[in-house]
């Protein structure tokens, strides 16, 4: 295996030696194989092609001081990927498929499983698509599942220290009873366009508006937002937001160390009310927001005054962190260990 800098791992794709697949033929599950193919080869009538058939998930391997690999609320992951499935009428994949592929996965490849200290982690990649052939608008019969893995480093290369997003008006990230709370590829090619623009301005991610009346935070493009104001935890509450685990860890984290969680809508101009703000994922874990611009009206809302996250947003990703790598007791049950 080359030498790999597990300090300086980008948050990106990463070569390793096998991925594991399971086919749904005939109305079940076939067997599970190993494969060291990088490539899928699939009808060119497939429905993952031709009519979004496609859900993913994005979770994580920890090792931790005790060189242990610990998995994060896999069953969290495995129980959204069936609603994603139901969502956009694919076959449900079982936990019992689920944990075993994801384990074989990371087994296979335990050797890109960053060592304890670094700040990276392996990214696991679990992949449903419609493989099966329609050419009129319909479900197909026949699925793929596949788990794929690799070692990534921070999602956005700023790590944990503050970054500016962009709000954007005028692109939607989903349609309020539509998609937007599974976690279907459609979903994500719709924030690309803006989310580039935003870069080229000099924003690494956009903030994005509820697309029903445009004046309530949705999502942080691939991340749920939260803010800070006192002793609470805010997040908003919308039928378009993905359900993000991490968040979902970060409210309880919140409710133990004394504070209110409030999930809600949460108005723009709110904004200028909050201490601390920030954007929260499997990828990002917790990313704090110093400066987030209106693109269309100009307005701009400031945080981390002094170059620093706020205090709250700290002990949260420093709490989860210790849990994640094994520095503190798992409590809540979120850890499972690999033999």
Not at 292 to 301: A, L, P
Request: charged share 25%; aromatic share 12%.
């Amino acid at each position: 295996m080359q030498n790999i800098d597990w300090g300086g791992l980008p948050f990106g794709y990463f070569k390793t030696d096998y991925n594991v697949r399971c086919y749904y033929r005939d109305g079940k599950w076939g067997e599970i194989e190993v494969s060291s193919s990088e490539f899928i080869n699939i009808h060119m009538a497939a429905t993952c092609l031709h009519y979004g058939q496609e859900a993913f998930e994005g979770m994580k391997a920890f090792r931790g001081k005790d060189e242990k690999i610990r998995l994060f609320r896999w069953q969290d992951n495995a129980a959204r990927m069936r609603q994603s499935a139901q969502g956009i009428m694919m076959a449900e994949v079982p936990d019992e498929i689920f944990y075993k592929m994801v384990t074989k996965a990371v087994r296979l490849n335990e050797k890109y499983v960053p060592p304890f200290g670094h700040g990276a982690a392996l990214y696991i990649r679990p992949l449903l698509i419609g493989t099966g052939v329609q050419v009129g608008v319909s479900p197909a019969k026949e699925y793929l599942f596949m788990v794929f893995v690799g070692p990534v480093g921070p999602y956005f290369k700023e790590g944990f220290n503050p970054v500016n997003i962009q709000i954007v008006r005028d692109y939607d990230r989903a349609a309020p009873q539509g998609t937007g709370a599974i976690k279907v590829g459609g979903n994500y090619a719709g924030g690309l366009k803006p989310t580039e623009r935003a870069k080229a301005e000099g924003y690494p991610a956009v903030l994005f508006l509820e697309a029903k009346e445009n004046k309530y935070i949705d999502e942080a493009g691939p991340a749920n937002f939260f803010a800070i104001k006192g002793n609470k935890y805010i997040t908003p509450k919308s039928d378009s937001i993905l359900p993000s685990i991490t968040n979902k860890s970060l409210m309880q984290l919140a409710r133990d160390m004394g504070m209110e969680v409030e999930r809600r809508a949460v108005a723009v101009e709110e904004l200028a009310e909050f201490e601390e703000v920030g954007a929260c994922g499997t990828a990002a874990i917790i990313s704090p927001i110093k400066k987030i611009v209106d693109r269309e009206t100009g307005q701009v809302y400031e945080f981390c005054k002094d170059g620093k996250a706020g205090p709250v947003s700290e002990k949260l990703y420093r709490k989860l962190q210790a849990i994640q790598y094994g520095e503190e007791p798992d409590t809540y049950g979120w850890v499972t260990f690999l033999d």
